[in-house]
């Protein structure tokens, strides 16, 4: 196998976050001999990560003008990462950060970059890239003869590496003159834990429909409610929203709506394919550009007062035919 570097950036407290893990994962499942690129302004937790999964070289670009993402100093740093290291194939995980400023990477290494990886495999001494086409219908192998070959790497799509750090032997520090930023980073402004809809690394992914917002048995509709029941749902099992395009639409279309739900919350084949180990779809329909988005939630259950609609028909491992109100009604109980 030939080399390989991992560049990946650190934390502000110099470890390596979950998709980092990842990709360190793949790397080491390739057997070819790896080199570790570290940027950030601390490294140290890092680099002790990268030496107790048995890197060979662990190379950095530190300081503070490469704690926060910025295309000008993390493109300059990768460049300068590849260089030191020498290798063909380098991996990243495909956070914001890298996907945003390796494309430009790529052009100045005279290589190719490939993006959305969902896993790689070593075949007869070449590398075999495998990902998916046409809003996850298809799916493709790759592989590619130019060099150097750049690949981001899907967050959900490998384990993390769960090994145990070890002190770094040594820590290669690639001298790097930061450009000059144009703009600085004055504060991070987020919402509140608990108003934080969607969760990545959540276990339940939780999917709402258009149901939620039209008439109920009363012949009236329950907005205030659906909102409520969805939230509490969300907050006590720490779950992650999606949304139909049904219902992301509908505030476009003048109809009542639920107000934390937004086109990022869109899950299918015009959202994302989200990778949460379970799933559950409420008032939704299950047609196929609703089940495209789940494509690799490993259990899916729905619930939807048609036996008929399309979970019912091999898409979903359990359908319950019981009103979606009720069901979550009832959950919030058991949970509270």
């Known amino acids: ?31 070819g001999e790896l080199t570790v690129g570290l940027v ?31 295309y000008a100093t993390d493109a300059v740093a990768a460049e300068a990462l590849a260089r030191a290291a020498g290798a063909t194939l380098m991996l990243a995980p495909a956070t914001a950060r890298w996907s945003r400023a390796l494309p430009g990477v790529a052009h100045r290494l005279g290589g190719h970059i490939d993006t959305h990886a969902t896993g790689l495999a070593a075949r007869e001494g070449s590398l075999e890239l495998t990902r998916w086409f046409y809003r996850q219908r298809m799916e493709a192998v790759l592989t590619r003869a130019t060099r150097p070959w750049l690949i981001l790497l899907d967050p959900g799509c490998c384990a993390p590496w769960s090994g145990t750090a070890a002190a770094a032997v040594q820590v290669e520090n690639v001298a790097v003159e930061a450009p000059q930023p144009r703009t600085s980073v004055s504060g991070v402004i987020a919402p509140k834990a608990d108003e934080q809809t969607i969760r990545p690394d959540a276990k339940l992914l939780f999917v709402a429909g258009a149901g939620w917002t039209k008439k109920q048995t009363d012949g009236a509709v329950h907005v205030d409610e659906a909102q409520h029941l969805i939230l509490g749902f969300l907050r006590a099992a720490h779950a992650s ?25 869109q899950v299918g084949q015009t959202g994302s394919t989200p990778r949460h180990p379970k799933g559950l779809s409420t008032c939704c329909h299950g047609e196929e550009p609703h ?11 729905a619930v939807n007062l048609d036996p008929n609609c399309g979970w019912a028909r091999g898409k979903a491992d359990v359908v319950y035919v019981a009103d979606a109100f009720a069901v979550v009604r009832e959950l919030n109980k058991l949970l509270a």
């Open 1 to 31: 196998m030939e080399p390989i570097l991992l560049l990946t950036h650190t934390e502000l407290d110099g470890s390596l976050a979950k998709p980092a893990l990842e990709a360190l994962s793949a790397a080491l499942a390739l057997g």
């Open 40 to 70: 950030g302004g601390a490294v140290e937790p890092g680099a002790n990560l990268a030496a107790g999964a048995g890197a060979g070289r662990i190379l950095a670009v530190t300081g503070e003008a490469f704690t926060q993402p910025r």
């Open 241 to 265: 929203l999606g949304g139909s395009k049904s219902l992301v639409d509908l505030s476009g279309e003048g109809q009542a709506v639920l107000p934390f739900m937004t086109h990022l919350n």
């Open 291 to 301: 089940v495209v988005g789940w494509r690799f939630v490993t259990e899916r259950r």
